[in-house]
């Protein structure tokens, strides 16, 4: 990406809008909204949200102080978004890993392919003092993704696709992924927003909302097991669990965080713990103690499946 262009691309379409600014940190450029009652940052690669501060409030997601900022590297934290898989492709629905017949799917990156891809801004807009809107786009097909050359540019997605991403600041956040199928045959993909929050300390977080709802264990050989109550951590977590309620609340010793998802009936749960945390790239072997994910998803058999023509949104609102 031509850095300096976008940056004047969309200073000259964007700069002149009340509490807008254009942001560059390393090699990744990011949209900041600041409002009346927010602030929030997008980055384009990946259209990842990063942050999203309530005013005066303490930061709502999480973000590793050890990100890169480098093309082609998605940040630890904020709210990635994986698409046209979750997870390891591999474990994936049959309907989902049958498309790729041509690629060797064990050496494909968890995930998806579009968190680092550099997504196109359509429209920022201030109704009111307190809401802004960004809506940013990716129109998929080969050739795009092979002129990213990133490291998923193997996996061919061989489908037209319109990715819509819109994010509405304020006192809520509200982001809806939407994606359209272009193409003359129909596809298959599974998603997730994969949601970074920042905690006072994990041992403090309780999750409600999934008490006597079936997960899948991915750290007991994806064994099914049922949720008695709340979700409390001492230990790595790292659940797929199937028909996940609507609301879902997030504890912990200083604040309630209401989390409310549409079109999505997984949610995985996630803290990488002592071990995994000294593992994994970007990302301090202490931070596993200020954050936990919960991840609106389109996982397992909860993936989505479009005929030409047809349309699905995944919505999460923190409230
Ligand atoms: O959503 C949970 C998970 O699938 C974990 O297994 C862990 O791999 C995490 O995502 C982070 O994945 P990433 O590719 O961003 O390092």
């Known amino acids: 990406m031509n850095i300096a262009k976008t940056i004047q691309n969309l200073y000259a379409r964007f700069g002149r809008l009340q509490g807008v600014t254009i942001e560059c940190q390393k090699e990744l450029v990011a949209i900041g909204v600041t409002n009346s009652v927010a602030s929030a940052e997008i ?89 802004t809107v960004v809506e940013l786009s990716l129109d998929l097909n080969t050739k795009l993704i092979d002129e990213n050359n990133n490291s998923a540019s193997k996996t061919v997605w061989p489908f037209l696709t319109r990715l819509r991403y819109r994010v509405e600041i304020g006192e809520k956040l509200t982001a809806t992924l939407t994606v359209s199928n272009q193409d003359n045959q129909e596809f298959s993909y599974s998603a997730a927003l994969h949601s970074y929050f920042s905690v006072d300390h994990i041992n403090n977080v309780i999750i409600s909302g999934f008490s006597k709802t079936t997960y899948v ?13 709340d979700i409390a951590f001492n230990k790595e977590v790292d659940r797929i669990y199937k028909s996940a309620p609507e609301e879902i609340v997030l504890s912990d010793r200083n604040r309630s965080i209401a989390l409310t998802s549409k079109g999505s009936k997984s949610t995985i749960v996630w803290n990488p713990w002592i071990e995994k945390s000294q593992r994994l790239s970007q990302f301090a072997d202490d931070e596993y103690q200020s954050m936990v994910c919960i991840e609106t998803a389109n996982a397992l058999d909860d993936f989505i499946r479009l005929k030409p023509g047809e349309a699905h949104s995944t919505t999460l609102t923190i409230a």
């Open 43 to 131: 980055f384009l690669q990946g259209a990842q949200i990063s942050r999203f501060n309530r005013k005066q409030q303490d930061p709502i997601l999480f973000l590793s102080r050890q990100c890169s900022y480098k093309q082609g590297q998605p940040l630890r934290g904020g709210i990635p978004i994986c698409w046209p898989w979750f997870g390891q492709l591999k474990k994936n629905n049959e309907k989902i890993t049958c498309q790729y017949k041509d690629s060797s799917i064990d050496s494909i990156p968890a995930h998806g392919l579009v968190r680092d891809i550099n997504w196109k801004v359509d429209s920022i807009e201030t109704p009111s003092h307190d809401v």
């Open 217 to 229: 264990d991915a750290l007991d050989a994806w064994k099914e097991k049922k949720q008695i109550d």
